[in-house]
């Protein structure tokens, strides 16, 4: 199975700085690296993903980059907001499957 | 487009007791995940389904936890004599089918057995 690590588990920043969040990976074979935010009192929702066959993604204020070699991918968030404030989990699954592994979840909080 | 739904919302169990949890995919979507959410922890896989079939079960507790997604119909994820462990958010995903990655979730039942 996949093994799944997230850094930092809590990130404070002020309104406007970059926030970024790091997964490594264990499962080599992998090849689908999504990110998701979860407010308080909801499910999870898939922000952005990314497939192995590129490097990076990015979609407005948000941006994903991947490293195969290193084994490790990371969510970068720029002029944050409050609204950012939530928690950020990575959940890539096992290579040959489409069941995703959670991290254990990134605390994100935005001062305004 | 109606997204992921998911009944009733909370759910209060005594010990002892049945709980059943619903999950209706979105629309077009054939197939269904259930997952557990303990307090301050990520989602851990419980059971994946298509319409009358079971796919992995791998993450099921062996014992008193079934799940089932007939022909027509939510998907329903039961928990018999429920346990004080058994309080936790249980959420479903759906995703279109074999091939696609991404999956949209439900915004959860928060079952508490007291």
Known sequence: ??????????????????????????????????????????????????????????????????????????????????????????????????????GRGTSLIVHP | NAGVMQNPRHLVRRRGQEARLRCSPMKGHSHVYWYRQLPEEGLKFMVYLQKENIIDESGMPKERFSAEFPKEGPSILRIQQVVRGDSAAYFCASSGGTGSYEQYFGPGTRLTVT
Do not use: M
């Open chain 1, 1 to 102: 199975g996949e093994n799944v690590e997230q850094h930092p588990s809590t990130l404070s920043v002020q309104e406007g700085d970059s926030a970024v969040i790091k997964c490594t990976y264990s499962d080599s074979a992998s090849n689908y690296f999504p990110w998701y935010k979860q407010e308080l009192g909801k499910g999870p929702q898939l922000i952005i993903d990314i497939r192995s066959n590129v490097g990076e993604k990015k979609d407005q204020r948000i941006a994903v980059t991947l490293n195969k070699t290193a084994k490790h991918f990371s969510l970068h968030i720029t002029e944050t907001q409050p609204e950012d404030s939530a928690v950020y989990f990575c959940a890539p699954p096992s290579g040959g499957s489409y069941i995703p592994t959670f």
